[in-house]
C-alpha cells in the first residue's frame, strides 16, 4: 500500500485529526449515577450520555464492567435478568444516545453536500447473529436509517464499522431540504443499538433511509432477551466524518466530564459533602448559590434525596438541621437554593450548607 493510500485509510475523508468524536462518554468513563447493576427503565441510569429502553415482559440490567479490549478502560454491561422468548408486537429493548443539533452542522444534511459519516464501536455478546443499529434523524422531518452488523463469535470482542450515507438505499430524503438539522441545542440525532424489537418495529429494509417513524430494526434483528445467560458489552463509540473509521479518539477523563456535565452534573453525593456558601435571609430561611462547572444545554432541573436530616446548615457555632431544598433564580450556569420554614437563624449570619447523610444528593439534569 502506498503512503498516501495508508494515510487515507487512517484519516478517512472530511474529518479532522482531533475532537472528530461526535458521539460523547463513548469510552464510557464517566458513570455519574451509578456503576453497579441497575434494571433498565426507559431512563439514564448507569452511564452517562447512554439511555436505556426497555417495553417487555422481561428485564435487563446496565453496569461498568472493566471487561475490555486491549487499551479501554471501562464497557457498558448488559445482562438479561428475566428472559423474554416472545418479544410481542409492541415490545422493545434498545439503547441509545442522542446527539445535540448545533454540534452535527459539519453534517449538511438538507444539501446536496450532505457528508457521509462512518459509526464505528467495539461489542461483545455471547448470543451471535444479527443485530441492527438504528439512526434516528430530528428536526425539519424525522428519517430513519436502519442497518444490520453481525456479531459473529461468542464471547470475543469485535470492532464493527458502519458507514451512514445520506443517500443510503438510493434515497434523496437528506439531501433534500427535509434532510435538514437545525442549528439549535435540541437534539439532531439519535444512535441506537437494538437489542429485541417486535413486529410493530422491525420492518424496516437494511441501509435505507425511511420516512417511516416506526422503523427501528429489520425483520432479522435477533432477541437478545430470550435467556438469562445473555450479555451484551460496548465501548470505543465513535462517529465521525468520512466513510473510513480512524483509530479511536481517547479525551481526557476531565474532558469527557465536562462534556457530560452539560446534560447531567451531580454536585454532592454521600455525607458531609459541602454544598455550598449560604446566609440566612431571616431567621427562618436560608439561602444558597451553586455554580455548575459549565453551561447546560438549558436550565436544568435539581433533584435532591430528602429525608430526615439529610442536610445541614453551619452558622455562628451553630447548626440547622432540615429534610429537604426547594429551588429558584435558575439558569444555565447557576440555581439559587434555599430552605424555608426553619427557626432560631440571624438574618445576615453566614455559613455553609453540607450534607447530613449518606443518601443524601443533589443532581441536575438537562439532558436531551
Given at each position: 500500500m502506498s503512503k498516501a493510500a495508508e494515510l487515507a485509510a487512517l484519516i478517512g475523508s472530511q474529518t479532522a485529526l482531533s475532537d472528530r468524536n461526535m458521539i460523547i462518554n463513548g469510552a464510557m468513563q464517566c458513570w455519574q449515577r451509578a456503576t453497579a447493576a441497575t434494571a433498565a427503565a426507559n431512563s439514564y441510569s448507569t452511564v452517562d450520555r447512554f439511555y436505556m429502553n426497555k417495553s417487555n415482559d422481561g428485564a435487563y440490567t446496565t453496569e461498568q464492567s472493566t471487561d475490555t479490549p486491549t487499551g479501554a478502560g471501562f464497557s457498558l454491561k448488559a445482562q438479561v435478568t428475566t428472559a423474554d422468548t416472545s418479544i410481542s408486537s409492541a415490545q422493545y429493548a434498545y439503547i441509545h444516545q442522542n446527539i445535540e443539533a448545533q454540534n452535527l452542522q459539519r453534517l449538511q444534511y438538507g444539501t446536496s453536500n450532505a457528508k457521509n459519516i462512518t459509526l464505528s464501536f467495539q461489542v461483545k455478546s455471547n448470543k451471535t447473529g444479527t443485530y441492527t443499529i438504528v439512526v434516528r434523524k430530528f428536526d425539519t422531518t424525522t428519517y430513519h436509517l436502519v442497518i444490520e452488523y453481525t456479531i459473529n463469535s461468542a464471547n470475543t470482542w469485535e470492532k464493527k464499522e458502519i458507514t451512514i450515507s445520506p443517500t443510503a438505499g438510493s434515497t434523496s430524503l437528506i439531501t433534500a431540504s427535509g434532510g435538514a438539522i437545525a442549528n439549535d441545542n435540541g437534539t439532531g440525532f439519535q444512535i441506537g443499538w437494538n437489542l429485541a424489537f417486535g413486529s410493530n418495529f422491525n420492518g424496516a429494509t437494511n441501509n435505507t433511509w425511511s420516512s417511516n417513524t416506526s422503523h427501528y430494526a429489520t425483520s432479522n434483528q435477533v432477541n437478545w432477551m430470550d435467556s438469562t445467560s445473555n450479555n451484551f458489552y460496548l465501548t470505543q463509540v465513535q462517529l465521525e466524518l468520512g466513510e473510513q473509521a480512524t483509530p479511536f479518539e481517547h479525551r481526557s477523563f476531565g474532558d469527557e466530564l465536562l462534556r457530560c456535565q452539560r446534560y447531567f452534573?451531580?454536585?454532592?453525593?454521600?455525607?458531609?459533602?459541602?454544598?455550598?456558601?449560604?446566609?440566612?435571609?431571616?431567621?427562618?430561611?436560608?439561602?444558597?448559590?451553586?455554580?455548575?462547572?459549565?453551561?447546560?444545554?438549558?436550565?436544568?432541573?435539581?433533584?435532591?434525596?430528602?429525608?430526615?436530616?439529610?442536610?445541614?446548615?453551619?452558622?455562628?457555632?451553630?447548626?440547622?438541621?432540615?429534610?429537604?431544598?426547594?429551588?429558584?433564580?435558575?439558569?444555565?450556569?447557576?440555581?439559587?437554593?434555599?430552605?424555608?420554614?426553619?427557626?432560631?437563624?440571624?438574618?445576615?449570619?453566614?455559613?455553609?450548607?453540607?450534607?447530613?447523610?449518606?443518601?443524601?444528593?443533589?443532581?441536575?439534569?438537562?439532558?436531551l
Open positions: 452534573y451531580s454536585h454532592v453525593s454521600g455525607n458531609e459533602e459541602t454544598i455550598a456558601n449560604a446566609a440566612a435571609y431571616s431567621s427562618t430561611q436560608v439561602f444558597g448559590t451553586l455554580h455548575f462547572p459549565v453551561s447546560m444545554r438549558i436550565t436544568p432541573s435539581l433533584a435532591a434525596a430528602n429525608g430526615t436530616n439529610y442536610y445541614r446548615f453551619y452558622r455562628n457555632g451553630s447548626n440547622t438541621d432540615f429534610d429537604e431544598f426547594g429551588f429558584n433564580d435558575r439558569s444555565k450556569n447557576s440555581m439559587t437554593i434555599y430552605k424555608a420554614g426553619l427557626s432560631g437563624l440571624t438574618a445576615g449570619h453566614s455559613g455553609w450548607l453540607v450534607t447530613n447523610n449518606a443518601s443524601a444528593s443533589l443532581t441536575f439534569d438537562s439532558e
